[in-house]
């Protein structure tokens, strides 16, 4: 019975032969050939047109990567081989593992609910409703209809928003180690421009934990969630960008970037945890940001803070 073929970062051989078995046009064509029915080696090299020497070796390929598997049948002139797919599907996991899933405290919170900003022509918030306020003025920022909006855009700065800390409510001690932070963003500039670029950092408390580049400020097609109020024209959806600091360092989509560890972060000594987004006055794209909520863009989440920790004891 065929299965899914589940990976994480750790199991590099394994995701090497993943690799190397996908990278040939031929091996594809072998797998699409196998997904359909049980094929020998001579009946698939006649398909494609290749000699069996060539078609084995493939085959081969993708039996070690664990994406095909064979039968022998017994007949009256020999054995043959029949090879048939071994997996449905594959999941890579890009982030590190946790190795208790009931260990996590989670966070969604709404892009209207900053509690600092600092923002730039051109710059706006909107909620399924439209624009709140103006376009392009500063002070619409702190209206008191910022709770309710769903994206969030500006051509320079950052938004800030304070997380509870729901470490500090759970009944025993704890350790953190690992946090988590996944949002829809992408650049912002005038209408919308595909290759218009922007270095976005993540601050934690403070402490630099990664910078995400955005390729663009995306509006060729409509966001998946966009309600009919937000006109094509402008930008309409982004890319989902997730940041991570453990006990190695800061991580982004995966790959380290920096040194800020989970302890720099200092998550235990206080019940707030801070949250900034934005450029780098520095930055070597200074290209704006959008961020989207759940009713905008195409994934339906708004800013996620997942808190992973270990319990040490409990407390009195």
């Not at 094929?39 to 698939?44: L, R």
């Not at 017994?74 to 594959?90: E, F, K, P, T, V």
């Not at 934690?204 to 995306?218: I, K, P």
Request: proline letters at 3%.
């Amino acid at each position: 019975m065929a299965r899914t073929i589940r990976l994480n970062l750790t199991q590099e051989q394994e995701l090497a032969a993943i690799g190397k078995a996908l990278s040939s046009d031929w091996r594809i064509r072998i797998l699409r050939l196998c997904s359909r029915q049980k094929m020998s080696i001579a009946d698939m090299a006649k398909e494609l047109c290749i000699p069996p020497s060539s078609c084995a070796m493939h085959v081969k390929i993708l039996v070690d990567a664990g994406l095909l598997d064979r039968d022998t049948l017994q007949g009256s002139r020999g054995n043959a081989q029949l090879c048939y797919r071994n997996a449905d599907r594959i999941d890579i996991r890009l982030m590190e593992m946790v190795e208790r899933a009931d260990n996590i405290v989670s966070v969604e919170m709404p892009i209207g609910a900053y509690t600092d900003c600092e923002v730039h022509a051109t710059c706006g918030i909107a909620n399924e409703a439209g624009i709140i306020g103006m376009d392009d003025k500063e002070e619409n920022f702190f209206l008191p209809e910022h709770l309710t909006a769903q994206i969030a855009w500006t051509s320079s700065g950052y938004l800030e928003y304070t997380f509870p800390n729901r470490l500090l409510s759970l009944p025993f001690k704890c350790r953190p180690k690992q946090v988590m932070v996944s949002m829809e963003i992408c650049s912002e500039t005038a209408g919308y421009k595909e290759d218009w670029k922007s270095d976005l950092t993540l601050f934690l408390n403070g402490r630099d934990c990664g910078t995400y580049r955005s390729m663009g400020d995306y509006g060729a097609r409509r966001g998946k969630n966009n309600p009919i109020s937000w006109v094509s024209g402008r930008t309409q959806y982004g890319k989902l960008a997730i940041f991570e600091v453990n006990e190695r360092g800061s991580f982004v989509g995966g790959v380290r970037v920096g040194d800020t560890t989970i302890e720099e972060l200092h998550l235990m000594d206080a019940h707030r945890i801070l949250l900034r987004i934005g450029n780098k006055p520095d930055a070597k794209y200074v290209g704006g940001l959008n961020l989207f909520g759940r009713q905008f863009g195409d994934y339906s989440q708004d800013i996620i803070m997942n808190l992973v920790y270990e319990e040490t004891m409990h407390r009195s």
